[in-house]
């Protein structure tokens, strides 16, 4: 349940549209259901939004030569999502704990063999079976960009095509010449309320004792800070080994 409710405000924002597409089964966590890029490029921008998605648009408004309103895109759904201008899909401190895992999976995407790095870029990549679909979701402050590569026909295998490997480095090509690298500045992401970091224990994630070997830094939404103490390191957590009881005159009678 708890699933399906994410994939209500992520991606099926009518309650028609949700009991058309989602399917109760346990492959959902792994994505077996269809999403076209452009819900994908939606969905992901929430990373970048502070938890929020804005309907997507074409056009964003046509004037005339008195700068009166012809066409107003904003206002209408152009893609036909069945979703409202704006919907908080999730909190700002999750948000921003999903934003520095996708940066670190960001660096292994392939952008770079496009030409393209940077600390600020949000990825994910995306392979499905028998290489049919290769995927690459960027997600940068003011643009989220969805890249598919694959066949109308889902039986064709892309021989060993990867998302890192095809969809990452043309992401990195088309990022690298439309200038929205060199726009990027150090504030541009702004999460509210922030997540909090919290010095644990490297091995059991909870707030460390005197005798944890070793600690680290992580962030976590407020829902999910740690509040118990590592009980897996002690004084003396050394395992020895339990020896038999030594016979007695009994055991000989």
């Keep these: 349940d708890r699933i399906g409710e994410q994939f209500h405000k992520f991606f099926f924002h009518s309650d028609s549209e949700f009991s058309k597409r989602f399917r109760q089964e346990q492959g959902v966590a792994i994505g077996i259901l269809e999403m076209s890029p452009i819900e994908m490029a939606s969905a992901y921008s929430a ?12 056009i964003r408004r046509i004037l005339n030569s008195s700068g009166k309103v012809l066409y107003d895109g904003i206002g209408k759904d152009e893609f036909n999502l069945n979703m409202p201008t704006e ?7 999750a948000a921003e704990v ?30 499905t079976n028998k290489y049919r679909d290769a995927w690459f979701i960027g997600v940068l402050p003011h643009l989220s960009t969805a890249i598919w590569i694959g066949f109308d ?7 060993r095509g990867t998302g890192a490997g095809t969809a990452g480095p ?44 070793r600690t680290k830094s992580e962030i976590f939404a407020e829902a999910g800070v740690p509040h ?20 007695t005159d009994s055991d000989f009678n």
């Design 153 to 159: 026909n889902p039986a064709v295998s892309m021989n």
């Design 47 to 58: 990373f970048a939004n502070n938890g929020i998605i804005k309907r997507p648009y074409l």
């Design 170 to 213: 043309l992401y990195g090509r088309i990022i690298k010449h439309s200038g929205e690298a060199a726009q990027l500045t150090a504030d541009d992401y702004v999460f509210d309320p922030h997540a909090k970091t919290v010095t644990v224990c490297a091995d059991t994630g909870l707030l460390p004792n005197r005798y944890c070997p």
């Design 98 to 127: 999903i934003a520095s895992m996708m940066v670190d999976s960001a660096k292994y995407g392939g952008t770079g063999r496009g030409g393209f790095t940077s600390s600020k870029l949000l990825g994910k990549t995306g392979t």
């Design 228 to 247: 118990e103490t590592c009980e897996k390191h002690g004084k003396d957590t050394t395992e020895r080994p339990t020896l038999p009881d030594l016979p």
């Design 87 to 93: 919907v908080k899909a999730i909190s700002g401190d």
